[in-house]
Antibody, heavy 125, light 107 residues
Framework: QVQLVESGGGVVQPGRSLRLSCAAPGFTFSRYGMHWVRQAPGKGLEWVAVISYDGSNKYYADSVKGRFTISRDNSKDTLFLQMNSLRAEDTAVYYC??????????????????WGQGTTVTVSS | DIQLTQSPSFLSASVGDRVTITCRASQGISIYLAWYQQKPGKAPKRLIFVASTLQSGVPSRFSGSGSGTDFTLTISSLQPEDFATYYCQQLNSFPLTFGGGTKVEIK
């Protein structure tokens, strides 16, 4: 069964770091681009970052550029989001999502066809 | 960045109603638009991509149309399981952006 399983969320103080993981059993992970999308409490969806199938191309939202790093380990079928210098406004549910395209180009055709259940990050002192 | 404006932000409708949600882009995005449905406490689910292509398994009462700057999501006959929040997303350029959402509630 195709699924994505996020982990690594929690409560962290402002300025600290956190690393999220997204395990991808059930499909050939190395063939797909992957995204992170977040949702602040009671708010809408915000795209965070995308990585190509081989990790060679990455793009970020301006709000996280320079602080967050998306990466992947295809040998372990796992996607990561390293979050540094966390701020209160980074508090959100973080979803990983699959892109049916392997490369990362725009315009893109497909959007995100498979989503994880989300992991909650709370940045608070 | 491309801004997406959804309207209405909230609508109240009855089972069996025809519902139309609009998404307007701040600049032309051709057909590079997707629609998602999200229920409370759940992850989003893709309904439509490239403006009008229905995701496999999504009921045919859902349809999408539009190109350029104006897009619509239509539910031809609202069912109880359709009460949710709907988001459009532009895929034309980075950063990818979502509309603010339309919450569909039971009248």
């Amino acid at each position: 069964q195709v699924q994505l399983v996020e982990s690594g969320g929690g409560v962290v103080q402002p300025g600290r770091s956190l690393r999220l993981s997204c395990a991808a059993p059930g499909f050939t992970f190395s063939r797909y681009g992957m995204h992170w999308v977040r949702q602040a409490p009671g708010k809408g969806l915000e795209w965070v970052a995308v990585i190509s199938y081989d990790g060679s191309n990455k793009y970020y939202a301006d709000s996280v550029k320079g602080r967050f790093t998306i990466s992947r380990d295809n040998s372990k079928d796992t996607l990561f989001l390293q979050m540094n210098s966390l701020r209160a406004e980074d508090t959100a549910v973080y979803y990983c999502a699959r892109d049916p395209s392997n490369i990362v180009v725009v315009p893109a055709l497909y959007g995100m066809d498979v989503w994880g259940q989300g992991t909650t990050v709370t940045v608070s002192s | 960045d491309i801004q997406l404006t959804q309207s209405p932000s909230f609508l109240s409708a009855s089972v069996g109603d025809r519902v139309t949600i609009t998404c307007r882009a701040s600049q032309g995005i051709s057909i590079y638009l997707a629609w998602y449905q999200q229920k409370p406490g759940k992850a989003p689910k893709r309904l439509i991509f490239v403006a009008s292509t229905l995701q496999s398994g999504v009921p045919s009462r859902f349809s999408g149309s539009g190109s350029g700057t104006d897009f619509t999501l239509t539910i031809s006959s609202l069912q109880p399981e359709d009460f949710a929040t709907y988001y459009c997303q532009q895929l034309n350029s980075f950063p990818l952006t979502f509309g603010g959402g339309t919450k569909v509630e039971i009248k």
